[in-house]
């Protein structure tokens, strides 16, 4: 007791001091590592760069005339989809039982009957019969004779699709891209399906297949430099054009900057995204491997790349991932999706379907392109075909229609495939063949019990006494 005390007043002279815990590994760990020695490992010594990008923080607002184009196409795409498997067989001609192998690639998770599926799409296929209780459909022919024109109009715009492809390459950091990552803006930009065997074998004056670690890629080998002017300078210079045919040509005292309608935005907001559109502009075709990521400079020609992009696409819009697979080929951040939102005055990223979209906002003018290709007007009349009623004298939704559910009920999903067929068939399924015809027996016994009701009541003999008096009726 007493060494306890006498040890009391040396720790209250002397300032506390943490202790300082010290490890040593058995010798069977190694030796550790002296990173104060210049052989240490390579990642060591690389210096990395923060990452800063522009700070336009904009609050991302929905924006129904774009959402609207995502819900008009939503019964368009799977009739596109069950198109595609259609042509891939011989003649144009399917057995209906055979479309059940491709439930997964229609994004049908749930037993459904195809033949109801079917039925309710009458303008683009036709089914028939083939033999006893073995059905078989095939395209209407007003859906034929579509299809055939839009084969001739392909093969007439073959050059506008060798352009777009050199376009693409020369925006690429080493002038090639991998033909797999292509692949999947194909739809977008108006490619056929057998572009790799056609039109990237067609023409090596500008481009050839080349085997990578990767696999194949498509490689340019030839610059040509009248390809290398963006839209927007092009746009550019026709602004500029009428401007000069002014009567006081002086440049703008105020540099306004084009919002969605409706946005609100706070000054600091408006001023960063000012001072963006007054930076130099950087051409998507320049040489940007000295770019450093992070930067203004650097986001400045990633927004134009994009931009470059969509005005190559035929609707001027396609998925955000689609643009995720190029971010080697034009070293694109991490944070993409949060860059186009950065500036809506460019891009607007619509929420609607499985994947996110993203639009050329000056392409459309409420809900609809301005400028429309053949492509595009075939694809008018596809859709056309697909609103088609099955009966006569059904009333069709139109777009305004749409318009107003879409106002009404904002948070409702509208891509998901199986929630589209059950609405248009019903939650119930028996369990029967495809190819069993169906029973409109059912519905023939219910008008004619309905007939019958009426006559009975219509027969219905008034009560009277002998006399002739009317009797009243207890």
Not at 20 to 42: A, E, K, V, Y
Not at 341 to 351: A, C, E, G, N, Q
């Amino acid at each position: 007791m007493a060494s306890s005390l006498t040890t009391l007043p040396f720790f209250i002279s002397h300032p506390i001091q943490k202790p300082t815990l010290s490890f040593h590994p058995p010798s069977f760990w190694g030796d550790p590592l002296n990173f104060n020695n210049s052989q240490t490992l390579s990642f060591q010594t690389k210096k990395h760069v923060r990452f800063s990008p522009v700070q336009a923080l904009v609050k991302r607002r929905k924006e129904l005339p774009f959402d609207n184009v995502i819900q008009r196409d939503k019964k368009l795409q799977l009739v596109m989809k069950i198109r595609k498997i259609l042509l891939s067989q011989p003649d144009r001609v399917m057995q209906l039982r055979d479309l059940g192998r491709f439930r997964r690639a229609l994004g049908l998770q749930k037993r459904r009957r195809f033949i109801a599926l079917l039925r309710k799409f009458p303008g683009v296929f036709q089914i028939e019969e083939e033999g006893v209780y073995s059905l078989r459909f095939k395209l209407t022919p007003e859906a034929e004779r579509l299809y055939l024109e839009e084969m001739k109009v392909r093969n007439e715009m073959e050059g506008l699709l060798v352009v777009k492809l050199r376009k693409l390459l020369m925006m690429s950091l080493d002038k090639r891209i991998l033909i797999e990552k292509i692949a999947h803006l194909k739809t977008d930009l108006g490619l056929p399906l057998e572009f790799r065997d056609t039109i990237c074998q067609r023409y090596p004056q500008y481009f050839r297949v080349v085997r990578t670690e990767r696999g194949p890629a498509l490689e340019l080998t030839h610059w040509d430099p009248e390809l290398a002017v963006s839209f927007a300078e092009l746009e550019e210079e026709d602004k500029l054009a009428e401007t000069r045919d002014l009567i006081i040509d002086r440049p703008p005292k105020f540099n306004r900057v084009r919002l969605p309608k409706g946005l609100q935005l706070s000054k600091g907001e408006m001023r960063r995204i000012s001072q963006f559109r007054d930076m130099p502009y950087i051409s998507p075709y320049s040489d940007f491997s000295e770019l450093k990521p992070g930067t203004a400079e650097k986001e400045k020609h990633a927004c134009a790349v994009v931009h470059e992009m969509l005005s190559l696409m035929v609707e001027k819009r396609t998925l955000v991932d689609h643009l995720t697979h190029f971010r080697e080929e034009f070293r694109f951040s991490q944070q993409l999706r949060g860059m186009l939102i950065r500036h809506p005055d460019m891009f607007y990223v619509s929420l609607k379907g499985d994947r996110d979209s993203v639009f050329l906002r000056d392409a459309y003018r409420d809900s609809q392109l301005v400028d429309k290709n053949r492509l595009l007007l075939i694809k008018e009349k596809l859709r056309a075909l697909v609103v088609v009623p099955r009966f006569r004298g059904r009333v069709v939704k139109t777009d305004s229609d749409d318009r107003e559910e879409e106002e009404e009920e904002e948070e409702e999903d509208w891509s998901d495939f199986d929630d589209l067929v059950d609405n248009e068939m019903g939650e119930d399924d028996d369990g029967e063949d495809d190819d069993m015809p169906p029973d409109f027996d059912e519905d023939d016994d219910n008008v004619k019990k309905g007939q019958s009701s009426k006559e009975d009541e219509e027969k219905v003999p008034s009560l009277v006494f002998p006399d002739g008096r009317p009797r009243e009726r207890w």
